[in-house]
C-alpha cells in the first residue's frame, strides 16, 4: 500500500490539522529561528499498514495515524522521540512522509523489563540542522553509584540519557534526552532525576567539554508541579522557561495536572555554568486531539494508542 496515495477524505483532514497547526506553532524561518521539541509516542513500533485499522488489528497505529504524526513534526527543526519501540515500522514510514531531507539518529533497545523494550530518538530536518560529531549514551560514574544517600542513584540508568550534538548556522548545541523510570511513587524517581541534572552541571563546568550549549528534554515522569523538580533541576542550576511552566501548557491528554515532560537549559546569570547562547524565545504544546482521526469517533483512549498520551513539548529560540 502506498503511503503517498492519501484518500480524500483524509487529506482533507490533514489540511484542516495542517491549518490548525499554522495557527498554533512558529513558522521555521531560514537563518531567524529555530524550532526543537520533544514527544513521547506511545508505543511507537509497529503499525497496521491500512488507511482504517479495525478493531480486531494489532496494533490501532495505521496509516492515518502515522500521517497525522508526520504533520505535526515536521513542524520542527529537531525532535527527541521517547517510547521508540525496536520495531521501526512506524517510524521508518513516518521519515518516508517527512522526506529524504529528514534523518534519524537513535540507541539500541533497552534491554531487561525495566527497560521496555525502548529506543531513544531524534528525528531531525537536514535542510535546517547538521549533527556536529558527539552522540553517546550517558553513564554515570561508578563514585556517584558508591554514594551512601537515601538520594543517590545505586544502579545504572534504566535507559541511559542520549546526547547527540547538532548545529544550525554558527550555532552548535548538545541536546540530552531521556526517559525516567515511572517506579512505584514520585520519590522513586528522584534519584535518576536528580542524577541527570548533577551530569548535566558537571558536564557543562568541564572546560573540556565538546561543546557547552546544552538542552536537556524528554519525559521526567514527574506527577505535578512542585517539589520534586526544586530537588532536581532548581537544585542544580537547570531552567525551565516560565511558558512551559503555565498550568495552560499540557502534558498527558488523560490528566491535565501531570507534568511529565520538560525542556530545560542552564540559565543563572553569575553562575561558573556557562549559559545558553541561544534566545529563547516561545514555547508550549500541541493539542492534537480536536484535529486528529477527527471522523473515525475514536475514544481518548484508542486515539492514545493511534497518535500518543503524550502531547508534544515545544521550544523556539532565536538565531
Given at each position: 500500500?502506498?503511503?503517498?496515495?492519501?484518500?480524500?477524505?483524509?487529506?482533507?483532514?490533514?489540511?484542516?490539522?495542517?491549518?490548525?497547526?499554522?495557527?498554533?506553532?512558529?513558522?521555521?524561518?531560514?537563518?531567524?529561528?529555530?524550532?526543537?521539541?520533544?514527544?513521547?509516542?506511545?508505543?511507537?513500533?509497529?503499525?497496521?499498514?491500512?488507511?482504517?485499522?479495525?478493531?480486531?488489528?494489532?496494533?490501532?497505529?495505521?496509516?492515518?495515524?502515522?500521517?497525522?504524526?508526520?504533520?505535526?513534526?515536521?513542524?520542527?527543526?529537531?525532535?527527541?522521540?521517547?517510547?521508540?519501540?525496536?520495531?521501526?515500522?512506524?517510524?521508518?514510514?513516518?521519515?518516508?512522509?517527512?522526506?529524504?531531507?529528514?534523518?534519524?539518529?537513535?540507541?539500541?533497545?533497552?534491554?531487561?523489563?525495566?527497560?521496555?523494550?525502548?529506543?531513544?530518538?531524534?528525528?531531525?530536518?537536514?535542510?535546517?540542522?547538521?549533527?556536529?560529531?558527539?552522540?553517546?549514551?550517558?553513564?554515570?560514574?561508578?563514585?556517584?553509584?558508591?554514594?551512601?544517600?537515601?538520594?543517590?542513584?545505586?544502579?545504572?540508568?534504566?535507559?541511559?540519557?542520549?546526547?547527540?550534538?547538532?548545529?544550525?548556522?554558527?550555532?552548535?548545541?548538545?541536546?540530552?534526552?531521556?526517559?525516567?523510570?515511572?517506579?512505584?511513587?514520585?520519590?522513586?524517581?528522584?534519584?535518576?532525576?536528580?542524577?541527570?541534572?548533577?551530569?548535566?552541571?558537571?558536564?557543562?563546568?568541564?572546560?573540556?567539554?565538546?561543546?557547552?550549549?546544552?538542552?536537556?528534554?524528554?519525559?521526567?515522569?514527574?506527577?505535578?508541579?512542585?517539589?520534586?523538580?526544586?530537588?532536581?533541576?532548581?537544585a542544580e542550576g537547570l531552567h525551565i522557561p516560565e511558558q512551559l511552566q503555565n498550568k495552560t501548557v499540557l502534558r498527558s491528554i488523560f490528566n491535565q495536572t501531570k507534568y511529565y515532560d520538560q525542556i530545560a537549559w542552564f540559565q543563572k546569570p553569575n553562575s561558573n555554568i556557562p549559559q545558553l547562547s541561544m534566545k529563547f524565545?516561545?514555547?508550549?504544546?500541541?493539542?492534537?486531539?480536536?484535529?486528529?482521526?477527527?471522523?473515525?469517533?475514536?475514544?481518548?483512549?484508542?486515539?492514545?494508542?493511534?497518535?500518543?498520551?503524550?502531547?508534544?513539548?515545544?521550544?523556539?529560540?532565536?538565531?
Open positions: 500500500m502506498n503511503i503517498h496515495d492519501i484518500p480524500p477524505n483524509i487529506q482533507l483532514e490533514l489540511n484542516q490539522l495542517n491549518q490548525d497547526l499554522d495557527q498554533k506553532i512558529p513558522s521555521r524561518k531560514i537563518d531567524k529561528n529555530l524550532l526543537i521539541a520533544t514527544w513521547n509516542i506511545r508505543a511507537f513500533g509497529d503499525l497496521t499498514r491500512k488507511w482504517k485499522s479495525a478493531d480486531n488489528d494489532t496494533p490501532k497505529r495505521d496509516l492515518h495515524s502515522i500521517q497525522c504524526i508526520a504533520q505535526i513534526l515536521k513542524r520542527f527543526d529537531i525532535v527527541a522521540i521517547q517510547e521508540v519501540k525496536a520495531n521501526l515500522r512506524a517510524l521508518r514510514d513516518t521519515l518516508k512522509i517527512l522526506g529524504s531531507h529528514w534523518s534519524l539518529i537513535l540507541t539500541d533497545v533497552n534491554r531487561g523489563d525495566a527497560g521496555n523494550g525502548e529506543r531513544m530518538a531524534y528525528i531531525f530536518d537536514t535542510r535546517r540542522v547538521k549533527m556536529s560529531g558527539l552522540a553517546a549514551e550517558l553513564v554515570i560514574p561508578q563514585e556517584w553509584l558508591n554514594e551512601i544517600s537515601d538520594k543517590a542513584l545505586t544502579e545504572q540508568f534504566v535507559r541511559n540519557p542520549y546526547a547527540v550534538s547538532f548545529k544550525i548556522n554558527n550555532e552548535t548545541f548538545i541536546l540530552v534526552t531521556l526517559h525516567i523510570k515511572y517506579g512505584k511513587t514520585s520519590s522513586d524517581r528522584i534519584k535518576e532525576i536528580k542524577s541527570i541534572a548533577k551530569w548535566m552541571s558537571d558536564w557543562a563546568k568541564d572546560i573540556h567539554a565538546y561543546h557547552q550549549n546544552f538542552i536537556l528534554l524528554g519525559d521526567f515522569n514527574i506527577d505535578k508541579r512542585g517539589d520534586l523538580l526544586n530537588q532536581t533541576f532548581i524565545l516561545n514555547g508550549g504544546h500541541y493539542d492534537f486531539l480536536p484535529t486528529t482521526l477527527i471522523n473515525r469517533n475514536t475514544s481518548k483512549l484508542r486515539k492514545s494508542w493511534m497518535i500518543s498520551d503524550h502531547y508534544p513539548l515545544w521550544v523556539e529560540f532565536e538565531l
